[in-house]
């Protein structure tokens, strides 16, 4: 179909609403999926083959995470922008609530069948984005796998929660730590730790070098992908901390703490035996309050 005609089509058609499941490969499935954010990436690339996507993000092409890169790189590449929606003719589009907004209009206007993915921040919700987004494309049975492997991990890990509380701050050295209301608390807690750089309801919290010091947690929490050199960087190397803090660092994924994944239960599988390996390492944990 040329692309005049394509959006001809889109401006009768109405945004995408399944009142049914579509069936997997059938006429009413999605065969042309498209996705313009890399948590919207990642969930195309887990539930449907290669062949039913036309293009992710070049966020999910240059990921530091390897497993998404590689799924990836079996798919298209686009750079979320609506040309690219009118010249690439999906039959789905998928879009995160915050990525792309200019897109995002453009294609509400022109009625294009789109599917705006919320973003999930704890486990009860991966597992309601998971599932939209498997009835949207088809794909329940390969979402209940996904998410019967996550909900089997989560078990696993309750039944291996460190015999004390393991008070955890999640450093960087930009000045902010991530709050209780984050996909980042979700993981530490499932993983047996405690967030104590924030208060409960904050998505994020301001928190200096001096507030981490005073609050003693018992390990700090590095994202696993380093960044390029800045001045938060050397905060976050700060001798003193490397002195108090050298061998009670963890690191987590970016990816699987800012986008609400099955996979996301692996890395909170991940952090559970860094923070055990810590213990072991250096001793019990403090009592809140105490010093490491």
Known sequence: MRASAWLTL?????????????????????????????????????????????????LAHRSTDSALAAKAARVGINYGNAEEVLAQQPDLVLAGTYSTPAAR????????????????????????????????????PRAEALLAHMDGTLAALARTRPAHRIRVAAWSGDGYVPGRDTLFNALL?????????????????????????????????????????????DTADHPLLLRLYGDRRITYPELYTECGLPESADAARALQRQLLAVVGRVGGASEPGGRP
């Open 10 to 58: 889109l401006l009768g058609a109405p945004c995408i609403a399944y009142s049914q499941t579509p069936i997997p490969n059938s006429p009413r499935a999605p065969q042309r999926v498209m996705s313009l954010s890399e948590c919207t990436d990642a969930l195309a690339l887990d539930l449907l083959p290669p062949e039913r996507i036309i293009s992710v993000t070049y």
């Open 105 to 140: 209009l453009l294609l509400r206007q022109l009625g294009a069948p789109m599917l705006v993915v919320p973003s999930a921040d704890n486990f009860a919700e991966i597992r309601s984005t998971v599932r939209l987004v498997a009835s949207a494309v088809g794909a329940e």
């Open 189 to 233: 807690e499932a993983a047996g730790g405690v967030n104590i750089a924030a208060p409960p309801g904050n998505r994020s919290s301001s928190f200096d070098i001096e507030q981490l010091l005073m609050a003693h947690p018992d390990v700090l929490a590095y994202q696993a992908d380093e960044p390029a050199p800045a001045l938060k960087t």
